[in-house]
């Protein structure tokens, strides 16, 4: 089985095509990525116009490169997979009209792919992982932990109620006067800084729900800066280092709670296991943290590569795979209209951004 995945969701134009031959582990033939980093960075954010111009221009490329990558024809292709929500619309319809006119034109399935699906079983493309196990989603639109105990079978137990944490990277960042991207600058920043120098909160720890909060230390961090600048060079060093102390901590905090709850609902799981997914996971002082965690809690600490991590279409790619393999390909994604907003869990009530267009968390 050989899919073509397009993603093209926000500020990343990606092209891939994974294998799945019989019982053998899936082969990652190719996998194009192209950032468009320089485009935005003038801004100190993604801006939606241009990145859908960005992305009719250079999508026919992209695909084509992934296609001569792998050394598969487009009539060896059996499906093709599209990113069809949640994201920006403008780049969601690029990508899903263009998936939709290539399988058209060869006579090829299409399947329209929930992007929080994607990263929701990257780790089983990656490491085989077997159902059920828990997901800790950290993007730049999305935190949320999630129970995955199957394909389509996903339960949220917990979300932000208010910023998404690579948000309130970025947003950090965007106040210390540092570059875009933001969660990367914070980081680097970081490294040199002192961690213990400011006493930023830990939002929502010890609460017995494990959502998550970020406003709070975003405006701590804000007060901070002001109390003292101008800022050195080491001030801002120093507050990045205390910024992401704290959102480690909570995370930690906030975790713990999920795989309490993990281990009540599956007794008899024998290797639990946390997968951190999404741009944020890229972060090593959080990935410490939460895998210190998980060896406490005797739960597997699983996060795939940096590459599988942030946004690329290996793992729609994959998603598109899952579910032709679960039989749940029924829909005809050639009449499918890109979500803006679209829920991985479509039962849990939603705690923010509700509205016409759904659930933005």
């Known amino acids: 089985m050989r899919v073509l995945g397009i993603e093209t969701s926000c500020d990343e134009t990606a092209a891939s095509v994974v294998a799945l031959d019989g019982a053998s582990a899936p082969d990652i033939l190719s996998n194009v990525v192209l950032s468009q980093i320089a485009e935005h960075a003038a801004f100190g954010g993604v801006v939606p116009e241009i990145a859908a111009r960005a992305h009719v221009e250079a999508l026919d490329g992209i695909v084509a490169a992934a296609l001569a990558n792998s050394g598969v024809k487009l009539d060896e292709i059996d499906a093709i997979a599209a990113t069809a929500g949640p994201g920006l619309v403008g780049g969601l319809i690029v990508g899903l009209m263009t998936a939709k006119a290539i399988a058209a034109a060869a006579d090829k399935p299409l399947l329209a792919i929930n992007h929080l699906e994607g990263h929701a079983l990257t780790a089983r493309l990656t490491d085989g992982l077997a159902f059920p196990y828990l997901l800790l989603l950290v993007s730049g639109g999305h935190t949320q932990i999630v129970r995955v105990a199957g394909v389509g079978d996903y339960q949220r137990w917990a979300t932000t109620i208010d910023d998404a944490l690579g948000e309130a990277f970025d947003k950090t960042a965007k106040m210390l006067g540092l570059p875009y991207p933001g969660g990367p600058n914070v980081e680097k920043a970081a490294a040199k800084g002192d961690p213990t120098r400011f006493a930023f909160p830990r939002p929502m720890k010890g609460a017995a729900q494990p ?31 205390s910024f992401q102390t704290a959102v480690a901590d909570a995370l930690a905090d906030r975790v713990s709670r999920a795989l309490g709850r993990f281990r009540t609902e ?12 999404g741009g944020v996971a890229a972060n090593r002082v959080i990935k410490a943290t939460l895998e210190r965690l998980c060896t406490t809690a005797g739960f597997r600490f699983v996060a795939p590569p940096l590459k599988l991590c942030t946004d690329n279409a290996a793992m729609i790619a994959w998603a598109g795979i899952e579910r032709l393999r679960a039989g749940l390909d029924e829909e005809n994604a050639f009449d499918f209209v890109p979500r803006s907003r679209w829920p991985l869990d479509t039962v849990s009530v939603p705690v923010v951004g509700s509205g016409r267009r759904g659930a933005k968390a």
């Open 211 to 241: 959502d998550f909060s970020f406003s709070g230390l975003k405006t701590a961090v804000r007060q901070a800066a002001q109390a003292i600048a101008p800022l050195t060079d080491q001030d801002v060093a120093d507050i990045c280092a």
């Open 266 to 277: 599956f007794p008899d799981q024998h290797e639990p296991a946390l997968v951190v997914a």
